[in-house]
């Protein structure tokens, strides 16, 4: 019911700890909030992440996310599978927490619910946990709550650079490179193709500004995502040409950062219609259109 993953350093079975409490499916920047909360306190730190949520696809996977807690300084992460504590009650669900870790502290939005029903608010943490409760007013932007969901919605309508502010940082995708059907070096524009898992929320189909780091080194990208229609394939693939860079990167895990979204998928009259766009494309990228 209930895993946890060390990120950094080891967190001792009777350490004490501070918990962030929502779905974290990554940090937005009303998490982040939350993680520079928990910080004042100078113990390790613990972000939960709900596995096979009501809302379906996440944002991040559960990869993804391990990546984005340990940059923001989150010393472990503890699993929970949606389905086996939905139905537990609120008392039920703080009593899981405190059984498994020395809880100095809970840090939440003032939004978070939990338990059955979602009956549970952090009163209820305050009243059934008998230790500090620091509840965080939610982040707003333009009048409207920062949430998982509303980025959900930038990203449907291609809004990427919208999507960014809100997370705080470039939305992005994390994978081993895999061998495809290497089209691309024949018409001059080698691609790094990744599998865009099932389980991550998908963004609008296009093709996108994007920036991929192999070795410590930025290289500029455009990415395709969708279907290519050009040589009339219809299956949705993520492939990346990154600008200046010659090397073999399959096998690799590469991290593909969206930046901005620079037009639709289309269907070209030939090769050489594509290769003309291409070469538009990146070069918008270079020159910053």
Do not use: W
């Not at 996310?65 to 504590?85: N, P, W, Y």
């Not at 089209?183 to 996108?208: C, D, H, Q, S, W």
């Not at 990208?221 to 050009?230: H, M, S, V």
């Amino acid at each position: 019911m209930l895993s946890k993953v060390t990120l950094l350093g080891q967190l001792d079975q009777g350490q004490g700890c501070v918990l962030l409490l929502g779905g974290f499916d990554g940090l937005h920047i009303g998490h982040r909030r939350l993680v520079e909360r928990a910080k004042e306190y100078g113990l390790p730190i613990g972000a939960m992440t709900i596995l096979g949520g009501k809302d379906g696809q996440g944002l991040f996977t559960l990869d993804e996310r391990m990546t984005i807690f340990q940059d923001s300084g989150v010393d472990f992460a503890f699993k929970l599978d949606f389905l086996k504590i939905k139905d537990l009650t609120p008392t039920e669900f703080v009593g899981l927490l405190l059984k498994n870790f020395d809880v100095k502290a809970f840090v939440c939005g003032d939004d978070f619910r939990f338990g059955k029903c979602a009956l549970g608010t952090p009163e209820t943490l305050k009243e059934v946990g008998r230790v500090r409760v620091e509840v965080e007013e939610l982040v707003q932007v333009g009048g409207e709550k920062v949430s998982s969901s509303v980025i959900k919605g930038l990203l449907e309508q291609g809004e990427i650079e919208a999507a960014n502010i809100l997370l705080g940082e470039r939305f992005f995708l994390l994978g081993n490179v895999v061998k495809d059907r290497q089209v691309g070096r024949t018409i001059g524009f080698p691609t790094a193709n990744i599998v865009y898992p099932n389980e991550k929320f998908p963004l609008k189909t296009g093709v996108y500004e994007t920036r991929v780091t192999v070795d410590g080194k930025e290289y500029k990208g455009i990415t395709n995502y969708g279907a290519r229609p050009t040589f009339d394939d219809s299956t949705v693939c993520t492939e990346t040409y990154l600008d200046g860079f010659n090397g073999d990167l399959y096998g690799r895990k590469l991290r593909v950062e969206f930046a901005r979204r620079l037009r639709d998928i289309c269907k070209f009259e030939d090769v050489e219609a594509l290769q003309k766009q291409l070469t538009e494309d990146i070069g918008r990228v270079r020159n910053h259109d």
